[in-house]
């Protein structure tokens, strides 16, 4: 990618941030300390860090938008000259939307569902400017088109709930030019798209910043994101600035260990594991499920969504197979297929040359030792209730493992350890675990039973990118240890290099590109494969 | 939508049968017609004649499901179960164990119900969402806990006293209105001002409680925040954005309601001594009048029916989002 | 002494026995106790928890029933022992015989005479008419201008006997608890308050009526205080009765989905659809019919009274199970899409393990919240019924019944208020302390309401 950077002077500084504290309104702990930074005009400043470093805080507190709890206890935001902190209530009212503008991390719930969002936008305008009536919808029809939205007139009566992803970020970004602001405040701006449109979208603030000559501020965790975007960059972790650079030098020499292992997790396409060739274990079959569209008086399916439409492909033993996909692409109901926890509408499922698709619960029994699971979200997939030892032995007894309690016990205590965790955590309760922590749990109880093929439904993307690093170096340890195999769902193609040695691409059902590892990530072939691979961010230039 | 409200219609029918069969087996399997005759006729008058006599009298001296006796479709419909139930799906209530008809008497008595009712309902509502705005524009300080312990106090307050106490302080100490009373023609406001003042008192603990927590479920939403990142002032976001988002759990939350407004209040009714259907159910309890008392839980039924049809309809009409289907 | 278990009281022991147990099995889940750790720990959680108690208490020795023995007539030496025909609880015997003093008709709280005017004799034997004192008021007294001093003197005895007590019974708790890091010291102000009061009451009810007389010249605040074993009995049993039917056809409804769902749903859509109020006034009156036209099933005029009351509060849980049935399903369907229990699925993990160790302990909260806020609810539907004539037996101490019996004496002149208010106070105690107490439980353990908290 080209830097026009480097040829822009550096612009006058529009926002001074210094020493802002932020602490919690009843114990007084600081969850951001001190930390100052200057927004530049026609430069993206993006604040990096994971989650509760205090990234957005910082960011509603500059707004002075944060919640009740919180409190900004020293410091100021100074704006051509005003310091925010010290203004009124009404006074600071003018500035958010005129001066200072703000976008947020999902715009389907930052937008009112109630209100069209040609008026949403509309709303803004009438709050500080003079524009009424047609010059002012005329007004937010220009917003609408400078910010790609097809059909700006037709869609100026739309709700919120009628627009994709995209647009609705869209509209959120015409809202907040609206009134042609200094700053623009993005939390997190494109966590909630799919890559491709996560792209687009990170695209559009940048040439709106370069034509607006705004100073941008960018929230976010993912460092492809900055090495896009941003122009400067800001470490931050637990509350503080630990490292603040451009960002070309940020990349080439970071200061900190903590900044370099952000860097780390940057996949590097120049490496790939090699193809095993081995008998496969698990074969598909031209897989399909159907969900029925139910219409008419007595509500029968018409026609069905074919949620996963004819994929086939093989796993040999030992192997990773990574199936990537965006939102749905029927990647997990595959996975949930393949568990004969969905209904399969055709084809066949071969596990070791056997097929398992529609089997009776029983006759799925011995299988079920062989084919594990690990889920997204490590909260939700820990029965809240269970210790985690009870947790890691539902497997073993539901399907008669270990049966004396001692050899349980023992067996729990080798995977927790196994996993790193201390034997001490049989005993504990999900809820005083981490994300990462949990999840090393789910691969433990996954582990549990011997299974030979573990599927994977997106285990990492619940978590931040440090630990991200860790489960997987993790998941691949295990694989040489045990030779279990792996199937992989995923939307995130950066983690792929490190982990897989097959990939396939799916889309709306299909599988629309399979092969190796290098094949796919150095001469995809179809399209959206190519799509997908520019959207990943990557290190080299 | 025209095809969903056709099969919400449709739905009724299997539930409204289950209802009938439910109450007929209350009334006539649990308890037979001799049971109820000998009850009707008191301990001193029973004798077999005397019995027979009754359930001739009111119809009750049919089988109760299949007549071996008639011959072709009579041996259905010649039964108890037709005449007490299945007539009831023709609007044909039959007449009441004391001799009146009870569908006119419905037909009279729905109006001075629906006249109290309607406005207790439509006051309450308004009364209710001003006193929960109030109270969330000062939310977080002692004024809004204070009043969240005083809407607590006025729940728990037995309905019984709100119209005890009305009737003490303002009919009998104030003399402002009379106590109890109803006269179709002339100042009929007159004896309705005092019902509607309670039932919308006795509402407001309850009612603005619950409306505050629906105000504040929508404060915490994201695109509260957004609004005022645009800059807009806490009135605006309290007016324009949060009230018509609570708006659709508070409207869907009524509307069920709606039907049965006619069928008036129980309590208010006999207090105030109003000849609604609230009283005419009263008096049908006290004096055992079964007959009535089925037809009235035959018409509550499709009214509440009706009010979940209606409740959909709402949400499509309130929630953009919202799509039958 | 014969001691006579009502079908009543053996219920709500089983009940307390078994709350008794479900909160020992809660000890060890360290979330469900992190979470009732939050309700006590605030100031207002302890005093209505102490409030209730205070009523769970007397309702329960309310509920040990006997009959006393008769004495032998003098002379008779018989070998049976012949009992008393009315049925007495040690809660009775507590309250020193309050019950038992009986005037003619109404009189005004602390009154000496009564409300009404008799034909009297004077001192001379000439017929007049005036108000005849009463019979267990006020008879200590050698001159009635002493009354006030005499009550205000008692009251202080009263008092300082009720300090002495609040003593002796809180200071073991003291001495236990002090090093607790919940706020007992609120609690225990409450209790002082309530031995007060009750010492108050049976002390000063020896020489006055407190809350006056009925019409049938019974002690109002006697009745107000056995309104309590009525309204905490249905407010608990009902819901009891309720649960297993709603918990059972919601979980199934939410787990199985399909046929089973749809048969669900049509269930409770149905019951619904009845108008609450005549479906459970038709239950009570055919019961009533029933109990009419079979008389001998029950020995003493108690006991039946007491079937009806289990009868009411059976008609009550079985018919208003549907709005619980409805949350437990919605809640059940949540879950089984959650990965804990897919990951169950996915272990073969049978039907009925996932359902007892994955789905039943996550909607124990809905059951609990459901338990507390019915409670007020049912306690104040009590006395609406009992006015509409299908609550329970008139033969009960009830709220409802007294209001019921006193709603027109309003409007006589001077105002016979007393009986509303003993109604109404220990009515309006009961169900206030409940309401808030049922708030900070639903806060506590509402995952709405505590989500709301992290993300603050």
Request: charged content about 20%; proline content about 4%.
């Amino acid at each position: 990618m080209s830097n026009p950077r480097q040829q822009q002077a550096a612009g006058s500084v529009c926002m001074r941030v210094s020493d802002l504290t932020v602490v919690l309104a009843d114990s007084g702990e600081a969850i951001v300390k001190g930390i100052s930074f200057e927004l530049k005009a026609g430069r993206i400043f993006a604040l990096v860090g994971e989650s509760g470093s205090g990234k957005s805080v910082t960011s509603l507190a500059a707004m002075r938008l944060l919640p009740d709890a919180l409190k900004i206890s020293a410091g100021s935001v100074d704006v051509e000259g005003t310091d925010l902190f010290a203004l009124s209530e009404a006074r600071m009212q003018e500035i958010r939307g005129r001066k200072v503008a703000m976008i947020f991390q999902n715009a389907m719930s930052a937008l009112n569902p109630v209100q069209t969002v040609g008026a949403q936008v509309a709303e803004t305008l009438k709050l500080h400017t003079a524009l009424r009536g047609n010059a002012l919808r005329q007004r937010v029809v220009t917003l609408f088109t400078e910010v790609g939205i097809p059909d700006p007139e037709q869609r100026f009566g739309f709700f919120p709930h009628q627009l994709s992803g995209g647009q609705q970020q869209r509209v959120m970004i015409a809202m907040a030019l609206a009134c042609e602001p200094d700053v623009l405040i993005a939390d997190e701006p494109t966590t909630a798209l799919d890559v491709t449109i996560q792209l687009q979208v990170l695209n559009l603030i940048r040439e709106l910043t370069r034509s607006r000559q705004l100073a941008v501020l960018l929230i976010t965790h993912d460092m492809g994101v900055v090495r896009n975007t941003a122009d400067e960059v800001a470490v931050m972790y637990r509350g503080e600035l630990i490292e603040q650079a451009s960002v070309d030098a940020f990349f080439h020499n970071p200061q900190q260990a903590y900044s370099r292992k952000l860097i780390d997790s940057l996949p590097d396409l120049g490496h790939f594991r090699a193809s095993a060739v081995e008998e496969p274990l698990l074969e598909l079959r031209d897989v399909q499920v159907h969900f029925p569209i139910r219409k008419g008086l007595l509500q029968r399916a018409v026609d069905y969504t074919r949620a996963v439409d004819g994929v086939s492909l093989a796993i040999g033993r030992g192997e990773t197979f990574a199936l990537v996909g965006e939102s749905g692409s029927g990647k997990s109901t595959l996975g949930r297929a393949i568990l004969n926890l969905e209904d399969i509408a055709g084809g066949e499922v071969l596990f070791r040359g056997e097929p398992i698709q529609g089997i009776g619960r029983s006759a799925m029994l011995p299988y079920r030792k062989q084919i594990q699971v690990i889920f997204q979200n490590p909260f939700s997939s820990m029965n809240p209730r269970m210790t985690v030892g009870d947790i890691i032995a539902e497997g073993m007894i539901s399907l008669g493992l270990a049966l004396s309690e001692e050899a349980r016990n023992a067996r729990i205590h080798e995977l927790l350890e196994r996993v790193q965790l201390g034997t001490e955590h049989a005993r504990r309760y999900p809820h005083e675990f981490s994300g990462g922590q949990l999840q090393r749990v789910a691969i433990a109880r996954a582990l549990a039973v011997n299974p030979e093929l573990i599927i994977c439904d997106e285990p990492t993307s619940a978590l931040d990118v440090s630990i991200r690093a860790e489960v997987l170096e993790l998941l691949a340890e295990l694989q040489r240890e045990f030779g279990v195999s792996y199937l992989f769902i995923t939307h995130d193609l950066s983690i792929v290099p490190t982990l897989a040695h097959k990939v396939g691409v799916m889309q709306l059902g299909k599988l629309v590109e399979q092969g190796s590892a290098e094949q796919i990530l150095t001469a995809p072939q179809h399209p959206y494969t190519q799509a997908l691979l520019a959207a990943v961010p990557r290190l080299e230039d | 939508m025209f095809a969903y409200i056709v099969r919400r219609l449709l739905y009724a029918i299997p539930i409204l049968i289950g209802v009938n069969l439910l109450t007929f087996t209350l009334f006539f399997v649990v308890n037979s017609p001799d049971d109820m005759a000998v009850s009707q006729l008191g301990d001193k008058y029973v004798t077999p004649e005397a019995i027979e006599n009754w359930k001739q009298k009111n119809g009750y001296d049919k089988p109760l499901f299949l007549n071996p006796d008639a011959a072709g479709a009579a041996r259905l419909t010649e039964t108890i179960f037709f005449d007490k139930s299945v007539r009831l799906f023709a609007f044909d209530f039959g007449r009441s164990e004391s001799g009146r008809d009870i569908t006119s008497d419905v037909a009279t008595r729905m109006w001075p119900s629906l006249a109290v009712a309607l406005p207790t309902f439509i006051v309450g509502i308004g009364v209710n969402i001003c006193v929960a705005l109030m109270v969330v524009m000062f939310h977080g300080t002692r004024l809004d806990r204070g009043a969240v312990f005083l809407f607590v106090a006025l729940m728990s307050i037995s309905y019984l006293f709100y119209i005890i106490g009305g009737q003490f302080l303002v009919a009998k100490t104030w003399r402002l209105v009379p106590i109890s009373g109803f006269h179709a023609e002339g100042q009929v406001w007159k004896f309705l001002i005092l019902p509607v003042l309670v039932g919308v008192v006795a509402g407001i603990g309850a009612g603005a409680r619950w409306y505050r927590t629906l105000f504040l479920e929508e404060a915490n939403q994201d695109y509260v925040r957004t609004a005022r990142a645009k800059g807009c002032s806490e009135l605006t976001i309290l007016f324009r954005h949060i009230l018509p988002n609570a708006l659709i759990p508070i409207l869907t939350g009524v509307v069920v309601l709606i039907p049965s407004l006619f069928m008036g209040s129980l309590l208010i009714e006999s207090f105030f001594g109003i000849p609604g259907l609230g009283s005419y159910m009263l008096d049908a309890i006290n004096s055992q009048d079964f007959a009535i008392v089925r037809s009235m839980v035959f018409i509550g039924s499709i009214l509440y029916i009706l009010g979940l049809i209606l409740t959909d309809i709402s949400y499509t009409w309130a929630d953009p989002r919202v799509r039958l289907s | 002494m014969k001691p006579v278990i009502l079908w009543s009281d053996a219920l709500i022991y089983l009940l307390v026995i078994a709350l008794a147990c479900f909160f020992y099995q809660l000890r060890k889940d360290p979330q469900t106790r992190e979470r009732w750790a939050e309700v006590f720990s605030s100031r207002l959680g302890m005093v209505t928890f102490t409030v209730i108690a205070a009523y769970i208490a007397v309702a329960l020795l309310d509920s040990l029933h006997f009959r006393r023995a008769l004495d032998n007539p003098e002379g008779v030496a018989v070998e049976e022992v012949f009992y008393d025909n009315k049925v007495t609880s040690v809660f009775d015997l507590l309250t020193g015989g309050m019950g038992e003093r009986f005037e003619r008709t109404y009189s005004a709280p602390f009154a000496l005479i009564s409300f009404e005017k008799e034909n009297l004799k004077d001192a001379r034997g000439n017929d007049i008419r005036d108000y005849p004192p009463l019979r267990h008021a006020g008879q200590h007294l050698a001159d009635p201008s002493q009354h006030a001093a005499d009550i205000l003197g008692k009251t202080l005895t009263a008092l300082l006997w009720g300090l002495l007590l609040s003593a002796l019974l809180i200071g073991p708790q003291w001495l236990l608890l002090r090093r607790s890091r919940y706020p007992w010291h609120y609690s225990w102000m409450v209790q002082a308050m309530i031995f007060c009061g009750g010492v108050w009451m049976v002390s000063l009810s020896r020489y006055y009526h407190i809350l006056g007389t009925d019409l049938g010249g019974a002690d109002v605040l006697y009745q107000s205080l056995k309104g309590i074993r009525t309204g905490v009995l249905l407010g608990t049993l009902a819901t009891l009765i309720m649960l297993p039917i709603a918990v059972t056809l919601g979980v199934m409804a939410g787990y199985f989905k399909g046929w089973v769902d749809d048969v669900v749903q049509y269930l409770y859509t149905t019951l619904s659809s009845i108008p609450g109020i005549l479906l459970i006034a038709a239950s009570v009156l055919l019961f009533q019919v029933y109990i009419d036209l079979n008389p001998d099933f029950f020995a003493v005029g108690m006991e039946k009274a007491d079937a009806k009351f289990i009868a009411l509060c059976f008609i009550l849980g079985v018919t208003s199970w549907s709005t619980l049935c409805r949350l437990i399903r919605a809640e059940t369907l949540k879950i089984s899409q959650l990965g804990y229990v897919q990951a169950a699925h996915a272990f073969g993990v049978s039907h009925t393990r996932i359902l007892a160790r994955h789905v039943l302990p996550n909607v124990v909260h809905i059951i609990l919240i459901t338990f507390v806020l019915d409670f007020s609810a049912l306690v104040l539907a009590e006395a609406v019924l009992s006015y509409i004539g299908v609550g329970v037996d008139p033969s009960m101490g009830s709220w409802g019944n007294m209001i019921n019996g006193a709603r027109s004496e309003l409007s006589r002149e001077p105002t016979i208020w007393w009986t509303l208010t003993g109604a109404f106070f220990f009515m309006f105690a009961l169900v206030l302390a409940a309401n808030l107490f049922s708030d900070l439980v639903r806060d506590a353990f509402d995952p709405r309401t505590s989500l709301r908290r992290v993300e603050a």
